[in-house]
């Protein structure tokens, strides 16, 4: 079922491969594999970090760079 496209990202499926490949930026929730997948592919991503997920939090605070931005659910919703 799962896909390999290098030794160390793996997909659920075929489709999802395709679409974050042909993305330009990907945005989604702060999860650790998907923080992996981006910083492996070198892919653009917005990152969201869920209020409470404390590792999210540290990660956000110590990863970002021009590839990947984290944005907090407060951030979203409170605006």
């Known amino acids: 079922m799962f896909q390999a496209l ?3 990202v793996l997909f659920l499926t075929a489709e999802l491969e395709l679409l974050i490949h042909q993305c330009e930026t990907v945005i989604s929730k702060a999860g650790y594999t998907t923080i992996m ?3 492996d592919l070198k892919k653009k991503a917005i990152l969201i970090s869920t209020r409470g997920q404390f590792e999210q939090e540290y990660l956000a605070k110590n990863i970002q760079s021009e590839i990947i931005q ?3 659910e407060d951030e979203i919703f409170l605006t």
Request: glycine residues 0%.
């Open 37 to 39: 997948e981006m910083t």
């Open 6 to 8: 290098n030794r160390s």
């Open 70 to 72: 984290f944005v907090s």
